[in-house]
Structure formats: C-alpha cells, structure tokens
C-alpha cells in the first residue's frame, strides 16, 4: 500500500503564504507525475499545479495560480511541496495531493492524500 500525507495547511491573510508538503510512503518502486489539487464545497475539484520525474521536473501550472505558486519535489525523499504566495480569499479550499506509483512487485495506481485546509482571510 501507499500512504500520502499533507501538511502545511493552516490560516493566512491575503498577501500571505504557506508551504505545503506531500510525503508518499509505502510500497514505492518509483513516483511519476505528482501534483496538487483543490476542492471547495459544491464544487468540483481542480487541478492547482503537476510536476513530472525526472530531468528536474516539468511543471504544469492552472492558470489562476500562475506566478503565485510554485511546485517543487525532493525524489529522494518522496515528497512534493507546493510553494504559495501572495494568497488570495479565492484560494481558501482544500488542498489534495496526487501521485501516480508503481508499487512493489510493478503495478501502477494514482493515489490521494487526505487533504489539507487552507484558509486566506483576514
């Protein structure tokens, strides 16, 4: 089995940031894609930013966080950050993240952590 976990989360003012981490633990042979997603009640959850494997990563961002996030992964520690600032009320949600393992004897699965709450308010 693979477990992912996020951390991070809490209460920020607009303007503020946070720094959320994503660490994957478990029956790991290699993590691909990995990427972070956010859902607010009544609506669908949507895709924030991604990040591949390998060659430093090839990041994929949504456009309403362009320039204000920033995604990053540690491989040797299987785990993925997501760098976030100049936070707007529009971002409070709660954050997902995903990662696509191929686990021990060779299968694949995408898998999801719990979340974590992120509130921008003043």
């Known amino acids: 089995q693979v477990q992912l976990v996020e951390s991070g989360g809490g209460l920020v003012q607009p303007g503020g940031s946070l720094r959320l981490s994503c660490a994957a633990s478990?029956?790991?042979?290699?993590?691909?894609?990995m990427g972070w997603h956010r859902q607010v009640p009544g609506k669908e959850r949507e895709l924030v930013a991604t990040?591949?494997?390998?060659?430093?990563?090839?990041?994929n961002y949504a456009d309403s966080v362009k320039g204000r996030f920033t995604i990053s992964r540690d491989n040797a520690k299987n785990t993925m950050y997501l760098q976030m600032n100049s936070l707007k009320p529009e971002d409070t949600a709660v954050y997902y993240c995903?990662?696509?393992?191929?686990?021990?004897?060779?299968?694949?699965?995408?898998?999801w952590g719990q979340g974590t709450q992120v509130t921008v308010s003043s």
């Open positions: 995903n990662a696509g393992v191929v686990t021990i004897p060779g299968m694949f699965g995408s898998y």
């Open positions: 478990g029956s790991i042979f290699m993590i691909s894609t």
């Open positions: 990040i591949t494997s390998g060659g430093g990563g090839s990041t």
